[in-house]
């Protein structure tokens, strides 16, 4: 079974660019998460999607970063313009739609914002 | 206001012994738990979980154990391998729909 992908891995931007990255959830699973990880920080949920509707973004930072599921499968998360305090690893992960199903996590896109 | 707490940043155990590594939680609303290792330019690996019906679950070498009342749980390696090297991120969530939340992570060396 293939896993979340992520891409790009790294991504070098100057602040006020703007940048996007892409996620494709493990086959089947209807729930997705985007979280952001800032170094020595545990990763903090920016938003969840249930199919193609947003069930949580309310750490969401909505003046710059939106994001979207439009068919329900792959996702796209997008800063514009970015911060400094936007370097961070952006994860992406996908689980069942069952109570308690195990989230599994994409290798992470780095983002650092000079 | 951290509501999954991980107080040592680091941990270092000989190969062959014991790791135990522990995790506190301030949401008396938090009912399921679980580990997660993450390894350098890698995602976080699920490892094991425990739901608050239980007070421990075993997988192998990973067995997690909860205490409600002191609103702790731990994480047992045993026996600890060079392998286990790596961050390990305790998380919690509590009701429907509600969010996983992290701790900040502690990172366990085991020493050949």
């Known amino acids: 079974e293939a896993g979340v992908a992520q891409s790009p891995r790294y991504k070098i931007i100057e602040k006020r660019q703007s940048v996007a990255f892409w996620c494709n959830p493990i086959?089947?699973?209807?729930?997705l998460y985007w979280y952001q990880q800032i170094l020595g920080q545990g990763p903090k949920l920016l938003i969840q999607f249930q199919n193609n509707g947003v069930v949580d973004d309310s750490q969401l930072p909505k003046d710059r970063f939106s994001a979207e599921r439009l068919k329900g499968v792959d996702s796209t998360l997008k800063i514009q313009p970015a911060k400094l305090e936007d370097s961070a690893v952006y994860l992406c992960?996908?689980?069942?739609?069952?109570?308690?199903?195990?989230?599994?996590f994409g290798p992470g896109t780095r983002l650092l914002v000079l | 206001d951290q509501q999954v707490k991980q107080n040592s940043p680091s941990l270092s155990v000989q190969e062959g012994r014991i790791s135990i590594l522990n995790c506190d939680y301030t949401n008396s609303m938090f009912d399921y738990f679980l580990w997660y290792k993450k390894y350098p330019a890698e995602g976080p690996t699920f490892l094991i979980s425990?739901?608050?019906?239980?007070d421990k679950n075993e997988d192998g070498r990973f067995t997690v154990f909860l205490n409600k009342s002191a609103k702790h749980l731990s994480l047992h390696i045993v026996p600890s391998q060079p392998g286990d090297s790596a961050v390990y991120f305790c998380?919690?969530?509590?009701?429907?729909?509600?969010?996983?939340?992290f701790g900040k992570g502690i990172t366990l060396s085991v020493r050949p």
């Open positions: 086959s089947g699973h209807a729930t």
């Open positions: 992960a996908s689980s069942g739609r069952r109570y308690q199903e195990t989230q599994y």
């Open positions: 425990i739901s608050s019906i239980k």
């Open positions: 998380a919690a969530e509590g009701g429907a729909n509600s969010k996983l939340t």
